[in-house]
């Protein structure tokens, strides 16, 4: 869960290549609200030994990763008890948006163990000088703590094939302080 401008698309599109790669079936959708004004960009991806549908069923998420807080608080409402919620500390401004406090009050619905909010956005831009290498930052994370599983071969695999080479260094650099940090 997203806004539009964050790069979940070429986000889905790396972990879609990675599970790929590590050989399993995949599928993904896509849902763009008014993306191109930030607005809510939703994607279901399910990759396994075989799978028939890209759409995840209400309460039966894995992980659900959030490029901003708000947005992933929707999914909060779609997902299981089971759900591992991975989110960027990031609310987008916009007049009356709920302030973090808000927003960590009704995070704290989720199981402790189950949540993990990581500042992607302010890391990347302090030691990388870009934030928007933290939808890649978040995946390295996902990686290196096992919420995700997917082999860090594959997933730097996929991103040799998904980014543009103008910008492949600088998500391995995202991938790589994740994993390190």
Do not use: H
Request: charged share 25%; glycine share 10%; proline share 3%.
């Amino acid at each position: 869960m997203g806004t539009g401008g964050q790069g979940l698309v070429t986000l889905i599109s790396i972990i879609n290549e990675a599970a790929f790669i590590s050989g399993y079936d995949v599928k993904s959708a896509e849902m763009r609200g008014l993306s191109q004004r930030g607005g809510s960009v939703e994607t279901n991806i399910r990759f396994g030994k075989k799978v028939y549908s890209p759409m995840v069923q209400n309460g039966k998420a894995d992980l659900v990763l959030g490029l901003e807080m708000i947005e992933g608080l929707r999914a909060f409402l779609k997902s299981g008890d089971k759900a591992k919620f991975l989110m960027n500390k990031f609310i987008l401004p916009f007049d009356g948006a709920p302030s973090e406090r808000e927003v960590m009050e009704l995070l704290g619905k989720i199981k402790k163990d189950n949540l993990y909010i990581v500042p992607a956005s302010e890391i990347c831009k302090k030691e990388l000088e870009n934030e928007i290498v933290s939808t890649t930052y978040l995946l390295g994370y996902a990686v290196s703590k096992k919420l995700i599983p997917l082999r860090e071969e594959a997933v730097l695999r996929a991103l040799d094939k998904v980014i543009n080479p103008k910008y492949l260094e600088l998500n391995r650099k995202a991938f790589q302080l994740a994993k390190n940090g």
